[in-house]
Antibody
């Protein structure tokens, strides 16, 4: 069955970076885009962008350009998102999801930015 | 960016009742509207995409309608497991955008 397994929660300091993973299984990794979505505590969902694991092409929400960077490792069917120059406003759960409509989601990574 | 206005914000209902959740786009998004369910401790679930297409494995009591700017998610004969948060999302143009969510609570 299709699964997206995300890495564990992170507690990071302001100004630092964090890199999280999303390991795909149960389907051909290179056949579907991976999307990243942000959800601040008690808030709605924001689309950060996407990466095509086969081609490596990316699309970013303008709001997250310079903040988020997507990469993939095809050998391990894993997508990564790095967030840089973290501030308290980056405290959120970050989800990965598959495809144009998000038919499968990871369980989310809670990132807490605090000194 | 396309703004998605979802209503109501809160909705209280009893098992067996039918409810509707509305989503309005700030410009036409053709049919490209999806609905998701979010529940604590569970992966978010795709219910409907392309406005009215039921995702595989989703019970037929869920249905979607609409096109252009106005869309509706209807849940007939509510089951206890249907209570939770619901979001609409347009997948017509980047950046994809979501509604603010509707909390469906047990009355």
């Amino acid at each position: 069955q299709v699964q997206l397994q995300q890495s564990g929660a992170e507690l990071v300091k302001p100004g630092s970076s964090v890199k999280m993973s999303c390991k795909a299984s149960g389907y051909t990794f290179t056949s579907y885009y991976i999307y990243w979505i942000k959800q601040r505590p008690g808030q709605g969902l924001e689309w950060i962008g996407r990466i095509g694991p086969g081609s490596g092409d990316t699309n970013y929400n303008e709001k997250f350009k310079g903040k988020a960077t997507f990469t993939v490792d095809k050998s391990s069917s894993t997508a990564y998102m790095q967030l840089s120059s973290l501030t308290p406003e980056d405290t959120a759960v970050y989800y990965c999801a598959r495809a144009t409509v998000f038919d499968y989601w990871g369980q989310g990574v809670m990132v807490t930015v605090s000194s | 960016d396309v703004q998605m206005t979802q209503s109501p914000y809160n909705l209280a209902a009893s098992p067996g009742e039918s409810v509707s959740i509305n989503c309005k786009a700030s410009k036409s998004i053709s049919k490209y509207l999806a609905w998701y369910q979010q529940k604590p401790g569970k992966a978010n679930k795709l219910l409907i995409y392309d406005g009215s297409t039921l995702q595989s494995g989703i019970p037929s009591r869920f249905s979607g309608s609409g096109s252009g700017t106005d869309f509706t998610l209807t849940i007939r004969s509510l089951e206890p497991e249907d209570f939770g948060l619901y979001y609409c999302q347009q997948h017509n143009e980047y950046p994809y955008t979501f509604g603010a969510g509707t909390k469906l609570e047990l009355k």
